[in-house]
DNA sequence: AAATATGCATCAATCATTGTTGCACATCAA
DNA sequence: TTGATGTGCAACAATGATTGATGCATATTT
């Protein structure tokens, strides 16, 4: 099964950041499942790793809810995936029995190869902010109602 | 589950490069799932895709077995990463319903950032060859075994 | 012809993630 | 104070891709 964890993570905090811009002050769990087509027992479980991370901030009872914990230029896509996934490796070393050069050694080595390749991810996610990606994605929805105003025709 | 395709295809390699620096022709594939603690079943499968890639060649029959298709020195773990996991994403977006402006444009967002990651791994895969891994294994042996000749402990 | 080895299809087992349910606790409004 | 709303969390079932096991046709060497 594909992880679809740190997406679904990031699509929450892209629908945080733009209640916000729009000036919804906070959103609870059951609306943000909603947006994500899924339930509100995953969203309360990626948002409490999120809020360990100092990302979210939730108020409790009644009118209460979830509201981004900084600005959303002072959030990277990096600090999503880290609060999400954690120490978590994109790959693992095969146990293999050690008898030979290659196997006695080849875990290690793997180890740190999979850091590398870990590290290499996190730079690529470390140079967008979420605010950086709400604005590409009102350039992709302006490109996707093409010129004037009145829509064109139905998404497919 | 943690996906180990990848570290078993390149540990797969790795032994057949060291069995071709040491002058063994090649192994078969239940010698190779030996070396990999798993089944000649998996390493079959593996091996399939590695030589479609053209990175293994097979020879039928009796004596027969798997060597590598080109110098280990001509293979980089990007080739085998490519060749094991095709065009496969590290993410894939979570279908969500469309509904604002997030929602209806975030899965080709995603999908373009996904790309970069893929891309960003494939770049550090891509500055090894098995040969350069082959002589960081003989490097990592050395420093496990202190100093002079008779090894001193036992591995763990 | 016999022995050995790959190639491939089918089926069961595994296991992390996802989805569901229930409930305690916190907060606001009337 | 009470009721409504919402988070936090634990337990359990469902899901689905990968792994593991088996059988057999085909190829090649001795």
Redesign the interface.
Known sequence: ????R???A??LM??LA?AHSEGVAQLSSTQLA?????NPSLVRKLLSRLANAGLVRSSFGRGGGIRLGRPADAIT?GDVYSAVLGE???????????????????E???VD?AA??DD??L???KHKTLAD??S???I??AA?KPVSAHRRAR?T
Chains 1, 2 share one sequence.
């Open positions: 099964m594909i992880d679809v740190f997406p679904t990031l699509q892209l629908n733009l909603g947006a994500l087509g899924t896509l978590t490796s994109l790959w693992a070393p095969r146990a293999v029995p050690h008898r030979c050069l290659v196997s006695s050694n080849v290690r080595y793997f190869l590398k390749a290499a991810v730079r690529t996610l990606s709400l590409e994605l009102r992709l929805d996707r998404p």
